[in-house]
């Protein structure tokens, strides 16, 4: 069974930093594309960052570009984002998603509550 644990979300201020992580279990994780997606409040998914399974390439939407970073352990299963600089408009619950928006989602998470107020 396919399982995706996200944990690290939070109450943060504007300006202030959080790390999100996503345990993996289930399925060969070092050679999957995984994803993070956010979807604030009455809105609709919102793709957000992907890293590739085979190279570790890296891609972001253009308004998170800068100040988020994604990255993986092998090793250990999980997915990271770094976030960084965060505003009220990275106010979202975030999920970690194995695949790519391009290719589709094959599994996600229950999500972790990311709140950016002052």
């Known amino acids: 069974e396919v399982q995706l644990v996200e944990s690290g979300g939070g109450l943060v201020q504007p300006g202030g930093s959080l790390r999100l992580s996503c345990a993996a279990s289930?399925?060969?994780?070092?050679?999957?594309?995984m994803s993070w997606v956010r979807q604030a409040a009455g809105k609709g998914l919102e793709w957000v960052s992907f890293i590739d399974g085979d190279t570790g390439d890296t891609s972001y939407r253009d308004s998170v570009r800068g100040r988020f970073t994604i990255s993986r352990d092998n090793a250990k299963k999980t997915l990271y984002l770094q976030m960084s600089s965060l505003n009220t408009e990275d106010t979202a619950r975030y999920y970690c998603a194995r695949g790519s928006s391009w290719s589709g989602y094959n599994d996600w998470g229950q999500g972790t509550q990311v709140t950016v107020s002052s």
């Open positions: 289930g399925f060969i994780f070092r050679s999957n594309d």
